[in-house]
């Protein structure tokens, strides 16, 4: 379980880094079962519903930025995902009753090609009746300043949620120069594979790209209190069954709990759709585009 100076900074910081949080022997599965479906990129010529490719991807040279949704590509990602392991970090955060939101994903972030993601807030993707919303992040390898670290921007969570349109669409990135949002205070997070991060789906946070020779692959599974419940436009509902089969501690409920938070609906839908990387598209003035020249 978290100790009490981790759920403190994660109030105060919007985030925190547990240690070694993955036993050594769901790691190694992990990575193998990782590998075996990157390794099914090869010979495609686009992206499919699982797979989301780099822009310098070659059917005879594959380059995986993002397995989408893993969680529907091998029953372990789901399995993972309600582990006791990981149970006992959120519910201190959360409570006892926590849902698993549909869209995980692994961020590849491989050696010396791995895409950046520009400054966001995973809250203006999926805005819900309360904010008890927040994304775990298992390293699937060593982080630190080389490989492009995720980079947690303190204490943004308790401010306010930033604009992530362009041309009157989402494009799921905020314009750091249009809206004055000021970085000095960002903190590059380092750790060791099996570490897990969490942190508030309000917080701001990006990553540079990796010109490195290391990997760096995340797995980020997103989780809610069970009475969060997701806005119109952010997810259908029409199958609750479905959607309270995603609890993965406690039980489900039918009544939402409504907080006074800031939203701003991620609609219309960015022109680019698939994944964060293809939403960001239309994106102007790319920070970290400009960082890694």
Same mark, same amino acid.
């Given at each position: 379980m978290?100790?009490?100076?981790q759920v403190e900074?994660?109030?105060?910081?919007?985030y925190t880094?547990?240690r070694?949080? /993955?036993p #050594?022997?769901? @790691?190694? !599965?992990?990575?193998?079962? &990782?590998?075996?479906? %990157?390794?099914?990129?090869? +010979?495609?010529?686009?992206?499919?519903?699982?797979l989301?490719l780099?822009p310098?991807?070659?059917?005879?040279?594959?380059?995986?930025?993002?397995?989408k949704?893993?969680?529907?590509?091998?029953?372990?990602y789901?399995?993972?995902?309600?582990?006791e392991?990981?149970?006992?970090?959120l519910r201190?955060?959360?409570g006892?009753?926590?849902?698993?939101?549909a869209?995980?994903?692994?961020?590849m972030?491989?050696a010396?090609?791995g895409?950046?993601?520009?400054?966001h807030?995973?809250?203006a993707f999926?805005?819900?009746t309360?904010?008890?919303? /927040?994304? #775990?992040?298992? @390293?699937? !390898?060593d982080?630190?300043e &080389?490989?492009g670290? %995720?980079?947690?921007?303190? +204490?943004?969570?308790?401010?306010?949620?930033?604009d992530?349109h362009?041309d009157?669409a989402?494009?799921?990135?905020?314009n750091a120069t249009?809206?004055n949002l000021?970085?000095?205070d960002?903190?590059p997070?380092?750790?060791?594979?099996g570490d897990?991060t969490v942190?508030h789906a309000?917080?701001v946070?990006?990553?540079m790209?990796?010109?490195?020779?290391k990997?760096?692959?995340?797995?980020?599974?997103e989780y809610t209190?069970?009475?969060?419940w997701?806005l119109?436009?952010?997810?259908?509902?029409d199958?609750?069954e479905?959607?309270n089969?995603?609890i993965v501690?406690?039980e489900?409920?039918?009544r939402?709990?409504?907080a006074?938070?800031?939203?701003k609906?991620?609609?219309?839908?960015a022109?680019y759709q698939?994944s964060i990387?293809?939403?960001?598209r239309t994106?102007?003035?790319?920070?970290?585009e400009?960082?890694?020249?």
């Amino acid at each position: 379980m978290l100790t009490s100076q981790q759920v403190e900074q994660y109030k105060k910081d919007g985030y925190t880094i547990v240690r070694q949080a /993955l036993p #050594a022997k769901l @790691l190694d !599965d992990l990575r193998v079962i &990782t590998d075996e479906i %990157v390794a099914s990129a090869k +010979g495609l010529t686009e992206h499919t519903p699982v797979l989301d490719l780099e822009p310098s991807h070659t059917p005879e040279n594959p380059r995986v930025r993002r397995i989408k949704t893993p969680q529907l590509a091998h029953p372990f990602y789901r399995e993972l995902a309600g582990h006791e392991c990981v149970m006992a970090v959120l519910r201190p955060l959360l409570g006892n009753d926590i849902r698993l939101r549909a869209g995980c994903k692994i961020n590849m972030k491989s050696a010396e090609y791995g895409s950046p993601v520009e400054w966001h807030q995973d809250w203006a993707f999926y805005p819900h009746t309360n904010d008890d919303v /927040l994304a #775990a992040g298992i @390293l699937l !390898d060593d982080m630190d300043e &080389t490989n492009g670290p %995720v980079m947690f921007l303190p +204490g943004s969570h308790r401010g306010p949620v930033y604009d992530h349109h362009a041309d009157g669409a989402f494009c799921g990135a905020i314009n750091a120069t249009t809206q004055n949002l000021d970085t000095a205070d960002a903190i590059p997070v380092y750790g060791k594979a099996g570490d897990m991060t969490v942190h508030h789906a309000r917080l701001v946070h990006g990553s540079m790209i990796n010109r490195s020779s290391k990997s760096r692959r995340v797995l980020f599974y997103e989780y809610t209190a069970a009475d969060a419940w997701p806005l119109a436009g952010v997810e259908h509902l029409d199958d609750v069954e479905g959607f309270n089969s995603r609890i993965v501690s406690g039980e489900a409920t039918l009544r939402p709990r409504m907080a006074d938070v800031p939203v701003k609906v991620p609609l219309p839908r960015a022109p680019y759709q698939g994944s964060i990387y293809e939403n960001q598209r239309t994106l102007e003035n790319r920070y970290f585009e400009r960082a890694a020249d």
